[in-house]
């Protein structure tokens, strides 16, 4: 049963409860009202009956009923009489057939002068009681017709507010089913139409958002076709790691870089795909350390070799989200080739001995460095010739004197930066590349080759036991101060480092300053 019929059920029933509750009070109340009446009317009958009956005298039966003629014209009893015993002597009206057990107070009994002789009285109990039989059946039409006029007014009223309300929970049914243009037609300023009119200002605000999160999905769908292609685009391998180091997404260049038919479709660890792509065996150590340490030690791109001969370049973008955790951006590059370029350069370009640079790389690398020297910016040229290495070399033979070579390689990158060159033009002959230099820096390298050679243990060993000694004689000068072209730059430093020789060894000269240099500037060992 609806709520609206429940609640006309109980708006009829309370009506009739409370209807005749009234009733029955009203029932009572007439009834003792009708019984008062009779009391008065059996009152003033025996008044009256007291005159034509004094006491002490036989009453006069012409007397008694022309009394009770008078009583029966103005109250209308039902039956009036005389009786003597079982013997009815004067009757009036409708007398009930004896003996038959009448109710009182509706019969009353009057005594006469004469012994067993007794005038009765009946009443009509409808005529008694009619007041209250009329006001009764009165008040049950009314409440009755009461119950029924409310119930068919708030069957009307429901009806309207069950309309109203189905429309609002149509509306809202509509609403929830995703028709967000649904509206509710506002008439008048009631509550339902407060209501009515508070449900459309919702559903205006829903289709709002809605259209502004489709618009934003739009645009999201947008950028992400844009970044998709983007990075298909890209010859680097990337991916989207979560901070459990799974893949979350990989563009299609890091796909055929691991051999990757299909895209993964649940989140699969990198070092699980790794290994399936073919990491040889012995770096697979390496995917361990990779995984647990790669968001606290991230800075250093990591190189793998696979079982294809091809080697793999890993680097990390790192950053934490507030909601999400740390995730990282991975970068992957394909460094096979040039990997083997840089084998093949260094074999060209490097002294196999040393590892320093040889003639060739010096060349190259000084042409570079010159070519993209900035204006105002310098670069120094050391040349360096070792003192005493022919008689080691001689001495002690051609493996003691290819360590006295490595060692003096050694030497001179240790004395340098790490943006300086070092090279081996042959022989006994070194080469220093200074970048971003000025005289005072000259003047400290060459110091701190001069001091090295003097310190090291190899060579002091060497000056000890055999007593030859291996020092160096150097030469500098800087571009563009002391010269504005290679040739003359070389030609310039190599001169120098002769004038160091005829200064007596293991000293340097710097150009444009030799007139100037002291004892301070000459040391020897």
């Given amino acids: 049963m609806s709520f609206k019929w429940k609640w006309l059920l109980a ?65 209308k009893p039902t039956a009036v009489w005389v009786q003597s015993g079982s013997e009815t002597l004067f009757t009036l009206g409708q007398v009930p057939p004896l003996p038959q057990p009448l109710s009182t107070p509706l019969l009353t009994s009057f005594s006469l002068n004469i012994p067993n002789h007794q005038l009765m009285v009946l009443f009509d109990e409808a005529e008694v009681y009619r007041s209250r039989n009329d006001m009764v ?49 506002v008439k008048g300023r ?15 605000s829903i289709e709002e958002q809605m259209k502004a999160m489709e618009e934003s999905h739009a645009r999201s769908v947008s950028e992400k076709n844009r970044l998709n292609v983007l990075l298909s685009s890209l010859g680097s391998g990337v991916a989207y790691l979560d901070e459990n180091f799974r893949v979350l997404y990989l563009n299609s260049a890091l796909a055929k870089m691991l051999k990757l038919t299909v895209q993964p479709a649940q989140p699969v660890r990198l070092e699980q795909i790794l290994i399936v792509a073919g990491v040889v065996k012995e770096q697979r150590i390496r995917l361990k350390d990779l995984v647990t340490d790669y968001f606290g030690n991230h800075e250093m791109p990591i190189e793998l070799n696979f079982n ?61 460095r010159l070519s993209r020297l900035l204006p105002g910016e310098t670069l120094g040229l050391i040349f360096l010739d070792l003192d005493g290495f022919k008689a080691v070399n001689d001495t002690l033979g051609h493996k003691a004197g ?107 000269r710097i150009a444009g300053v030799i007139e100037t240099i002291d004892e301070q500037d000459t040391i020897k060992v």
């Fill in 137 to 185: 059946f009165y008040l049950a039409g009314v409440f009755l017709l009461s119950a029924i006029a409310c119930s068919m007014i708030l069957l009307g009223l429901s009806n309207t507010l069950s309309a109203r309300l189905e429309d609002l929970r149509s509306k809202a049914m509509e609403l929830q089913s995703g028709r967000i243009q649904s509206r509710i037609e």
């Fill in 11 to 75: 708006t009829f029933l309370a009506q009739l409860l409370l209807g005749g509750i009234f009733t029955g009070i009203q029932f009572f109340h007439m009834g003792s009202v009708a019984q008062a009446d009779l009391l008065k009317v059996r009152e003033s009958l025996a008044s009256e009956l007291a005159q034509v009956n004094p006491p002490q005298k036989a009453y006069s039966m012409d007397a008694v009923s022309s009394m009770v003629r008078e009583f029966h014209l103005r109250y």
């Fill in 308 to 368: 294809d001969g091809r080697m793999l370049q890993f680097r990390f973008a790192v950053y934490n989200d507030k909601t999400q955790g740390a995730h990282a951006v991975l970068i992957v590059d394909d460094v096979s080739i040039r990997k083997n370029v840089e084998d093949l350069r260094n074999e060209v370009e490097r002294d196999p001995l040393t590892s320093v640079l040889n003639r060739r790389g010096f060349d190259m690398t000084l042409e570079a």
């Fill in 190 to 204: 009631d509550e339902i139409s407060c209501l009515g009119t508070a449900f459309n200002s919702m559903a205006q």
């Fill in 402 to 508: 290819d360590q006295i070579l490595k060692t003096s390689a050694t030497l001179l990158k240790g004395a340098t930066r790490n943006v300086d060159h070092v090279a081996r033009l042959g022989g006994d002959e070194f080469a220093i590349i200074v970048a971003r230099c000025n005289i005072q820096l000259l003047k400290n390298i060459a110091e701190r080759i001069i001091e090295s050679f003097a310190c090291d243990k190899l060579l002091v060993r060497i000056r000890q036991n055999h007593g030859l000694s291996v020092t160096c004689s150097i030469g500098a000068s800087m571009y563009p101060v002391h010269g504005q072209s290679i040739s003359h730059l070389l030609e310039l430093s190599d001169e120098q480092m002769y004038q160091a020789k005829k200064a007596g060894k293991n000293c340097y």
